[in-house]
């Protein structure tokens, strides 16, 4: 297919229907893909529309909210002019049609340049409010839903436990790589071991909070035979004492 396409592009006259009504474009008003160190070797040559994406703009109907900056990823060259684009299928949509969105003129007032900043730039404050605020707050309203009850210890201990663990474990791989790419971290294995180690303990210790209302349904009411007791009752029993025997936050941890 890609050898098809080049040949095409190479010598069209041989592929188009004969006395079409439209002549063929010269080469260099062609549109052509470019690569993200295409471009940067191409410097100081800038991107046009100030690195918005065209489509987006014209689509959008040139409203000041249709001002998407594009990305280095998705660069064609028409022209002699270099054009950057939101997605890949606003690329393609350049590539069909170009004279559509090519000469674009920006309104007076665009967009500021937002600049990522990294998190560990940020002051104790800020880092605390960008980096720690959500998961807290996920974590709180977790602890709240469950409202958890370790065997042996009181609620307030049980609550601060879960929260420690939950906000331990909350990061599984794909959101330790993207804390990584985001913010410039160097995310170990062992972290991500670590994390899901914790993870773990999180389930095991919402399966021991389980253990009080399971036994205070199970054994309400008169005696029961062991005959007609749950086949996991007594399992879970012996689970429950044995974790009194444990000192203080050891059984969790």
């Known amino acids: 297919m890609v050898f098809l396409h080049q040949q095409f592009l190479t010598t069209p006259d041989q592929f188009v229907t004969p006395q079409c009504p439209h002549p063929l474009p010269q080469s260099h008003l062609l549109p052509r893909k470019l690569t993200e160190s295409q471009v940067k070797n191409r410097f100081p040559q800038q991107v046009e529309m100030k690195g918005f994406c065209s489509v987006t703009y014209v689509d959008g109907k040139q409203r000041y909210e249709a001002l998407v900056r594009g990305k280095m990823e998705f660069a064609v060259e028409y ?14 949509k350049f590539l069909r ?7 674009q003129k920006l309104p007076s007032k665009v967009p500021p340049l937002c600049e990522p900043v990294p998190l ?3 002051p104790t404050l800020g880092y605390l409010e960008q980096g720690v605020a959500v998961s807290v707050i996920k974590a709180m309203t977790a602890v709240g839903c469950l409202k958890p009850k370790y065997p042996f210890l009181s609620i307030q201990r049980s609550s601060l436990l879960y929260v420690a663990l939950y906000l331990k474990g909350r990061q599984d791989t794909k959101e330790l ?10 995310i170990t294995r062992a972290q991500i071991t670590a994390a899901r180690s914790t993870k773990k303990k999180l389930a095991l210790y919402e399966e021991n909070c389980a253990l009080i209302p399971y036994l205070t349904s199970t054994m309400r009411g008169n005696y029961q035979p062991p005959s007609e007791r749950p086949l996991d009752f007594e ?3 012996n689970r429950f004492l044995a974790l009194g025997h444990l000192p203080g936050a050891n059984s969790v941890l």
């Open 79 to 92: 022209r002699e002019q270099i054009y950057i684009f939101e997605t890949k299928r606003k690329q393609d």
């Open 97 to 103: 049609t170009p004279e559509t969105y090519w000469n």
């Open 120 to 122: 560990t730039s940020l």
């Open 177 to 186: 790589l993207e804390l990584k790419k985001d913010n410039g971290l160097l």
């Open 235 to 237: 399992f879970k029993l």
